[in-house]
Structure formats: structure tokens, C-alpha cells
């Protein structure tokens, strides 16, 4: 099971990082149409306002999930302090009441691009299929699958170069990108993902790591060995 403790995540500016952030006490955050609709545009505003390029995400109803790229040390908290905010405030207006929403930190995980960064999109966007809530994951009105897959544009998802890269046009991209959907996810990758986000280690080669554990100065130890439990999707 993904816990949503805090995690002492760091992130750094220029290297993606998968972040996810949960309801409290696994409440649900999304309550309605209105809220799923209105969410975006805050996530939008937080991402241009503090120098997020973001790359993925996906609304579920107790939990949020993202992979983006920071300009700065502080691009990621202080977005998502922003929309945090921003969404808590709408919360309480429709409600008419004070509500406790967000649980702790968030919580996240460097990772290295070139072994990473797409599976990372595709974890991310198959959650509402592996929650049972959708057959395929273009389906899901909450996600910017559509974006990524077949070129709808929303504003809000700026293409990291390696989504670029399979073909010289958009259509070549999209097609290759919705290829990657042939396939499932092998456990192994559900589980370094899902651990790496849970302990805020960083997902990579043992280069990569080293690299991030120079950069920062601290050591960050490795992937823990069980596999989380089984639970909704997270």
C-alpha cells in the first residue's frame, strides 16, 4: 500500500520528479464535476507562476499524481503549496465550512529521465484503469491523457524532450506514445515506481543516484526491498 506520510522528498532544478499528493486520512478530495473542472486551472496558474514544466498528471478522487520538471529548489513546493490553497479555498466556500483537506507533506521522487521518465507518464495515466474507474486510460475525463496521446491541447502539459524523440511529427509521436499502451506495466516497474515515491528515493541506475546523492550531499539509501501492498491504484 502507497502511504501518503510525509517522505522528506527533495527535488532538484532540471531533473523530473514524480510527486504525489493525498487526501487526508485517505479522504477523498474531489467531489464533483465542478471541483475535477476547476482543479486544472490552479494547477495551470502554480506551474507558470513558480516554474513547474509539467509533463503528466492525474486527478483521482483521494489523491493527485504528477511528473514534472522544476526550474528551481523550491518550484515544486511552492507550487503545490499554491494550488493547495487555491483548491482549499473553494472546498470551503462550497461547503460553507472549514475541511482539514491534504495530508501532510507531499510526498515524490527524483527520477532519471532516459530509463524513467515515460514509464513514469504511463504509471500515471493508467492509474484509473488499474482502479478499475475506466477500460483505457484516454477515457478518463481527469488525466491529460489525451494530450500526450492524441494531441488534444489543454495549456497545460509542456513535452519534455524525450517524448519527442520517437518520431520528427506530432502524429508520429502520439502514435508511438499511444503504442507504449500495448503493454502493461511489468510488476517490477509498479514497484520501483511506487517505492521510489513512497521513500523519496531516487528512481535510477546507481550513477544516477550517486549523482543526486553528490549534488545534494546526503545519502539517500536505496529502494526498499518488499513489494507495497496491494491497494487502490496509488
Not at 528551481?72 to 462550497?94: A, E, P
Not at 489543454?154 to 506514445?177: C, E, M, N, W
Request: hydrophobic share 35%.
Amino acid at each position: 500500500m502507497l502511504k501518503c506520510q510525509e517522505n522528506h522528498a527533495f527535488f532538484l532544478p532540471g531533473v523530473p520528479a514524480h510527486v504525489v499528493q493525498c487526501g487526508n486520512n485517505r479522504q477523498a478530495v474531489f467531489f464533483s464535476d465542478e471541483e475535477y473542472q476547476a482543479y486544472p486551472g490552479w494547477l495551470k496558474d502554480g506551474s507558470e507562476l513558480h516554474g513547474c514544466a509539467l509533463h503528466a498528471h492525474v486527478l483521482m478522487t483521494n489523491h493527485v499524481h504528477f511528473l514534472l520538471t522544476p526550474e528551481q529548489l523550491d518550484s515544486i513546493s511552492r507550487m503545490i503549496q499554491f494550488v493547495g490553497r487555491k483548491y482549499l479555498t473553494c472546498i470551503n466556500h462550497l461547503n460553507g465550512r472549514s475541511v482539514t483537506l491534504w495530508e501532510g507533506r507531499h510526498k515524490g521522487s527524483v527520477i532519471e529521465d532516459n530509463a524513467y521518465l515515460l514509464a513514469c507518464m504511463r504509471y500515471i495515466e493508467l492509474h484509473p484503469v488499474r482502479a478499475g474507474m475506466t477500460e483505457t486510460p484516454g477515457e478518463y475525463r481527469w488525466s491529460r491523457c489525451r494530450d500526450n496521446a492524441f494531441g488534444e491541447s489543454s495549456g497545460l502539459l509542456i513535452r519534455h524532450v524525450l517524448f519527442k524523440k520517437p518520431g520528427s511529427t506530432d502524429d508520429a509521436r502520439q502514435h508511438a506514445y499511444r503504442e507504449l499502451f500495448r503493454n502493461a506495466l511489468d510488476l517490477e516497474q509498479l514497484h520501483q515506481l511506487r517505492a521510489a515515491v513512497q521513500t523519496g528515493t531516487p528512481l535510477g541506475n546507481n550513477r544516477f543516484r550517486q549523482q543526486i546523492e553528490q549534488t545534494t550531499g546526503n545519502r539517500e539509501g536505496q529502494l526498499r526491498r518488499r513489494r507495497p501492498e496491494k491497494d487502490s491504484g496509488k
